[in-house]
């Protein structure tokens, strides 16, 4: 992906991170010389609070065409180091390579910081549909506004939230059936919430972008987020913190 002003190519990388619609840069592939930091910021109800910089290209200036998040929440760590854009800064996908290939797993910004909790016990409602894998090991639960609460008694549950109609939420069912098949144990669960079918949980949790995944304590509160199709790996890195931190 680029991001381009005024002729200027201001940022460039292979590995954005697409949270609500926007492509979130990592911030050693923006152009050092193209922003300088603002006095703006704002705040986001669940990503925390954003600080800004302008966008300088010979000599003209779009104010505050960039934001980051310098101490996002938990929910939103996925985004550290990393700088959005807006204001008629273009975003595009390029179609020659970019000059940062790096892996966006490994800069230290996107690690956990998490603290989670002693171990539990837990289960599922009785009430909700499970779809078992065809090997038995393991099974991911298809929860409803009504389902939802009783579900997340006890361990940590790490819910999808799909639509039907939704091509990368197809795409990565079954990347995620087969995360359950190999993660699911008493402490970790997995679970699906069709967003067309349970509005109410889809706002609760501020589901702007399908497919979401949400990291749940036993208390229904995030722990970790991610918003897109994300790869096997990622999501491996996800509960392996979860795992280390018990």
């Not at 230290?108 to 090997?135: E, M, Q």
């Not at 506004?145 to 009783?150: G, R, S």
Request: proline residues 6%; contains cysteine.
């Amino acid at each position: 992906m680029r991001a381009i002003w005024n002729g200027a190519v201001i940022a460039e990388s292979n590995a954005t991170v697409n949270v609500e619609g926007n492509h979130y840069f990592p911030i050693e592939s923006v152009n050092q010389q193209h922003i300088t930091p603002s006095d703006t910021h704002t705040r986001c109800p669940w990503k925390g609070t954003a600080s800004y910089f302008d966008v300088v290209v010979d000599g003209k200036t779009k104010a505050d065409a960039a934001w980051y998040y310098p101490k996002p929440s938990m929910a939103a760590r996925n985004i550290k180091g990393h700088v959005a854009f807006w204001k008629g800064v273009r975003v595009e996908r390029s179609t020659e390579p970019a000059g940062d290939t790096s892996d966006p797993l490994a800069a230290g910004t996107r690690g956990w910081a998490a603290r989670l909790r002693a171990r539990l016990t837990g289960g599922t409602s009785p009430d909700a549909t499970v779809t078992a894998k065809s090997d038995g090991t393991g099974a991911v639960t298809d929860l409803t506004d009504d389902t939802f609460d009783a579900a997340l008694s006890g361990g940590f549950t790490l819910v999808d939230f799909w639509a039907p109609w939704c091509g990368p939420c197809k795409a990565f069912g079954p990347t995620f059936e087969a995360l359950a098949g190999d993660h699911s144990s008493d402490h970790l669960r997995f679970a699906r919430v069709n967003v067309d079918d349970s509005p109410q949980t889809a706002a609760r949790y501020q589901v702007m972008s399908i497919p979401t995944l949400l990291l749940l304590d036993e208390n229904g509160e995030p722990v970790d987020k991610a918003v897109g199709a994300q790869p096997r790996a990622k999501v491996e890195a996800m509960l392996r913190n979860a795992i280390t931190h018990q």
